[in-house]
């Protein structure tokens, strides 16, 4: 068994895949009309045939139960840039106790993106600032291996 892609059902593939590729920079790889695959394994499915696929028309948006997680390499040029595309946030840009910086924020169709500091970004951050690889490891609850990698 092997998981090959989540599947977002949307209301306007087109404004769908325009929100993907201006905000976060995905492009379409494969493209069968009522379906689209994204680059990095997301794939878009309109609303329409879902409703056939499944056998209702009971589909439920909004629901905050699921999200689609990213990681980004330097966060602090993608907040500045996501800031200037109107999404709605789910919460402002926090950190969590290990150090890792995220930001959550909707899709056109209210699915939760997560955008979060790539760990090897955390663990060189924390590197930077002058804490040493045992404090790092502390503070990110790491094994102290993960934070020697990361100075490679």
């Known amino acids: 068994m092997k998981l090959k892609n989540p599947l977002l059902v949307v209301t306007d593939i087109d404004q769908s895949v325009e929100f993907y590729k201006t905000v976060l920079g995905l492009h379409v790889i494969m493209d069968f009309g009522a379906n689209k695959t994204l680059t990095g394994g997301l794939a878009l499915q309109t609303l329409e045939t879902y409703k056939e696929f499944i056998g209702t028309a009971e589909i439920r948006f909004h629901s905050n139960n699921f999200e689609i997680y990213f990681e980004e390499d330097d966060f602090d040029k993608f907040t500045n840039r996501l800031q200037k595309c109107g999404v709605e946030y789910v919460h402002p840009i926090k950190q969590h106790a290990w150090g890792q910086r995220v930001v959550r924020f909707y899709d056109p169709d209210r699915h939760i993106i997560e955008v979060g500091e790539n760990m090897n970004a955390v663990c060189k951050r924390f590197l930077d600032s ?15 291996k993960f934070v020697k990698k990361c100075m490679r």
């Open 130 to 144: 002058g804490m040493t690889p045992e404090q790092v490891a502390k503070r990110m609850d790491v094994p102290i």
